[in-house]
């Protein structure tokens, strides 16, 4: 264990409550994954029997034992989660209040600990401007610390350690090597990348995918300070912009609404599921009442 053991447990441990809650809407929540199983797994073989199926047959054994057999198979009711998560420049940027990727860190952690409480096998992918962390799913509560050990670690990495841009396309590429059976996909990130779209869509032919678009009020709202000057922190290109214009207001706002609608649009379009997840927001009762929705 790290060094910050202890205080990784007492984190835990007040997640932990809130996580239980979220395990038992996640296990309800309608996802393929959980309800058609990850896959059909061979189990046995047993003697054929009238009205049996005979195209399971299994003629290795039939021929050796001079009888008819047939193979038997279970479904493998395993849940398997998989979080993407953004730690990208753009996801420290704030208007005050927690950032993005602290409210990101957080929404990570609780559905971590909701998989660990469900006996799933939980792996991870973080990136910034390249691929800074990567496991494949596996159960158990020493996976789960690892796990939650890295998303701690993000707080201490300075702006300046971080690698500008986004990786988002490759942590989709990268993930979907690593998943072996079909799985519970969470993508936590603002979505200010590029060329993300056709393996996002690849990924969600073959597993869930909640895609949870990480938002701030000045997204759509600016606060009235007048000229304020702007960096762009992947690019660091400049800009001052005048927030008491109205008209530049409702342009902001509006382009803001045009990108979501988008998003929203290509997410259900592909078969995944999207959720705005504001830093003012509590992630609990977000992901609760989402959960609950995709159960009806």
Same mark, same amino acid.
């Given at each position: 264990?790290?060094?910050?053991a202890?205080?990784?447990?007492?984190?835990?441990?007040?997640?932990?409550?809130?996580?239980?809650?979220?395990?038992?809407n996640?296990?309800?929540?309608?996802?393929?994954?959980?309800?058609?199983?990850?896959?059909?797994?061979?189990?046995?073989?047993?003697?054929?029997?009238?009205?049996?199926?005979?195209?399971s047959?299994?003629?290795n054994v039939?021929a050796?034992m001079?009888?008819?057999?047939?193979?038997?198979?279970?479904e493998?009711?395993?849940?398997s989660?998989?979080?993407i998560?953004?730690?990208?420049?753009?996801?420290k940027?704030?208007?005050?209040?927690i950032?993005?990727?602290s409210?990101a860190?957080?929404t990570?952690?609780l559905?971590?600990?909701a998989?660990?409480?469900?006996?799933?096998a939980?792996?991870?992918?973080?990136?910034?401007?390249?691929i800074?962390?990567?496991?494949?799913?596996?159960?158990?509560?020493?996976?789960? !610390? !690892?796990?939650l050990s890295k998303?701690?670690r993000?707080?201490?990495v300075?702006?300046?350690? !971080?690698?500008?841009g986004?990786?988002l396309?490759?942590a989709?590429?990268?993930?979907?090597k690593?998943l072996k059976?079909?799985?519970?996909?969470?993508?936590?990130?603002?979505?200010?990348?590029?060329?993300?779209?056709?393996?996002?869509?690849?990924?969600?032919?073959?597993?869930?995918?909640v895609?949870?678009?990480?938002?701030?009020?000045?997204?759509s709202?600016l606060p009235?300070?007048?000229m304020?000057?702007f960096?762009?922190p992947?690019?660091s290109?400049k800009g001052?912009?005048?927030?008491?214009?109205?008209?530049?207001?409702?342009?902001?706002?509006?382009a803001?609404?045009?990108?979501?609608d988008l998003w929203k649009d290509?997410?259900?379009?592909?078969?995944s599921?999207?959720?705005l997840?504001?830093?003012?927001?509590?992630?609990?009762?977000?992901?609760?009442?989402?959960?609950k929705?995709?159960?009806?």
């Amino acid at each position: 264990m790290p060094m910050n053991a202890s205080r990784l447990a007492k984190k835990a441990s007040q997640l932990r409550l809130s996580a239980i809650t979220l395990a038992e809407n996640m296990r309800n929540g309608g996802f393929k994954s959980l309800y058609r199983g990850q896959g059909i797994e061979f189990s046995d073989v047993r003697e054929y029997l009238i009205d049996d199926n005979v195209r399971s047959i299994d003629w290795n054994v039939t021929a050796r034992m001079g009888k008819a057999f047939i193979k038997q198979y279970e479904e493998d009711r395993e849940l398997s989660v998989f979080l993407i998560l953004d730690c990208s420049l753009s996801m420290k940027a704030n208007f005050g209040g927690i950032s993005r990727l602290s409210q990101a860190q957080e929404t990570a952690a609780l559905l971590l600990l909701a998989a660990e409480h469900n006996s799933g096998a939980i792996g991870a992918v973080f990136f910034d401007g390249k691929i800074q962390f990567s496991c494949a799913p596996k159960a158990g509560h020493e996976n789960s !610390m !690892m796990i939650l050990s890295k998303l701690d670690r993000l707080d201490s990495v300075s702006e300046e350690e !971080m690698v500008a841009g986004s990786v988002l396309s490759n942590a989709i590429q990268g993930a979907a090597k690593l998943l072996k059976k079909r799985s519970l996909v969470f993508i936590l990130s603002d979505f200010r990348s590029s060329k993300w779209e056709k393996p996002f869509a690849q990924l969600a032919q073959k597993n869930d995918v909640v895609a949870i678009r990480i938002t701030e009020g000045a997204d759509s709202e600016l606060p009235d300070l007048g000229m304020v000057p702007f960096i762009d922190p992947e690019t660091s290109k400049k800009g001052t912009f005048p927030t008491r214009s109205k008209r530049f207001k409702q342009e902001w706002r509006e382009a803001n609404r045009q990108r979501v609608d988008l998003w929203k649009d290509f997410c259900i379009k592909h078969g995944s599921s999207p959720l705005l997840l504001s830093t003012e927001d509590d992630a609990v009762l977000v992901l609760s009442r989402f959960f609950k929705q995709k159960s009806r």
